[in-house]
């Protein structure tokens, strides 16, 4: 490997120190920054030495780069009064950044793609308000880069749907507004008994005006079909819900799934022919046992398959919450899952932890805890093991 002529500069002109320690000091450092090694759990720094902030984030692989989209985090963590009985701390709306790598270890920063609205109030985007969750697919018919995200307010309960378009994937993003979901439809598996308004009916009562969307997750199919995964009626059930054909809103096809099951943090892909759904519990800014689940057909019947994590971290899932399930271009049925560990005193500082998705022989995801591993080493195509690891045993037996 050639050393870059600045850092030669460095160690020829600094006679006052030892020159060997010095020049390995520095061409480790070099080398580390190159090592395309991913640490989950570990400050994740971009190219240019700042740590990446994408939270909730998603990936989408375009012409051959990666798009890493998330919510930007920054400035001091508070608990707003009304959030005081559920622990749910907040910073102020910055915007949805974008990295981009050609390698998944290396990550340029992109800007703010999708930048708060400083000077209105009212705007779904101002600083004070609620932007969670921003997954960006690619329309291949409107060649458009449509980005799908949770908007709320402080006390989350608008529980709205957001969406931005792009004609770029490292935009900017233009903001076309917010919406409840699915107003006006009844679900595919609806029941008599949901169709009568009730206390506790949250169906039947968002009826007309749309039903709640809060965590949300947007899996485009192999037939260019786009979905929204979203935790509604306040929470406890999930819905999954046909986009129209150029993904910008709810086309009036949807089904209730995991009903009472109160799940969120929804990542979708597929394997194998099936549909498999990884989520986390409701329990805020802290983690949970997630859960799995897998169906042949979208709209359901889903079943669930347990909490993948194994090991002893696993009733935690290792600290974390998933965000997003990467399909790895070019490696049949090979996957990185996409967490969130997330630090609720602050958030800022919320760390990433990426793992390849391993499957049990009997089609059980499996996600098993590695201090390090590399996206990019030479492996075998078929699923398990996909990726360079370190640290523990590679196949599952
Ligand atoms: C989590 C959710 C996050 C955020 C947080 C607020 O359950 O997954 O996206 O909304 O609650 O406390």
Not at 16 to 34: D, E, G, K, M, Q
Not at 272 to 294: D, E, L, Q
Not at 338 to 347: F, P
Request: hydrophobic share 40%.
């Amino acid at each position: 490997m050639l050393m870059p002529a600045s850092l030669f500069v460095l160690t020829h002109d600094l006679m006052n120190f030892p020159r060997t320690i010095l020049f390995a000091t520095l061409v480790l450092a070099y080398a580390c920054a190159r090592s395309q090694e991913i640490r989950p759990g570990q400050i994740w720094n971009d190219t240019d030495g700042r740590p990446v902030n994408a939270h909730g984030g998603g990936v989408l692989f375009h012409e051959g780069i990666y798009y890493w989209y998330g919510e930007f985090k920054s400035g001091v963590t508070y608990l707003p009064a009304c959030n005081k009985s559920w622990g749910g701390t907040r910073v102020d709306v910055v915007g949805v950044s974008c990295y981009s790598s050609t390698n998944l270890c290396d990550w340029k920063n992109e800007g703010i793609v999708l930048p708060a609205v400083i000077d209105d109030t009212n705007s779904d985007l101002h600083p004070s308000k609620a932007l969670e969750r921003p997954k960006v697919i690619y329309n291949k018919t409107t060649k458009q880069f449509v980005m799908w995200m949770h908007i709320d307010g402080a006390n989350y309960a608008a529980a709205r749907s957001g969406v931005a378009v792009s004609d770029r994937p490292a935009g900017p993003f233009r903001y076309l507004g917010s919406f409840r979901p699915d107003a006006g439809v009844w679900p595919e598996n609806v029941t008599d008994a949901d169709k009568i308004p009730g206390k506790s009916n949250h169906l039947a009562r968002d009826f007309t005006n749309g039903q709640m969307a809060r965590d949300m997750t947007v899996f485009v199919d192999d037939d260019g079909k786009a979905y929204q995964f979203y935790s509604s009626e306040e929470n406890p059930t999930m819905h999954v819900s046909l986009l129209t054909d150029d993904y910008l809103r709810p086309a009036g096809k949807f089904s209730r799934i995991f009903i009472g099951r109160s799940m969120e943090a929804p990542a979708v892909f597929k394997h194998a022919g099936k549909y498999y759904v990884i989520a986390s519990g409701c329990t805020a800014w802290a983690p949970n046992a997630a859960r799995s689940a897998v169906a042949d057909n979208i709209f359901g019947p889903w079943t669930e398959l347990g909490n993948p994590w194994v090991g002893s971290g696993a009733d935690t899932s290792f600290g974390t919450q998933s965000t997003y399930v990467l399909p790895v271009p070019g490696r049949a049925d090979t996957f990185i899952f996409m967490a969130d560990r997330w630090k609720q005193w602050d958030l800022a500082d919320s760390r990433y932890v990426w793992l390849p998705l391993e499957f049990a022989p009997d089609g059980r995801p499996v996600l098993r805890w590695l201090d390090q591993w590399s996206p990019n080493s030479s492996a075998p195509s078929n699923g398990s093991p996909i990726m360079g690891k370190t640290g523990v045993s590679t196949r599952l037996q």
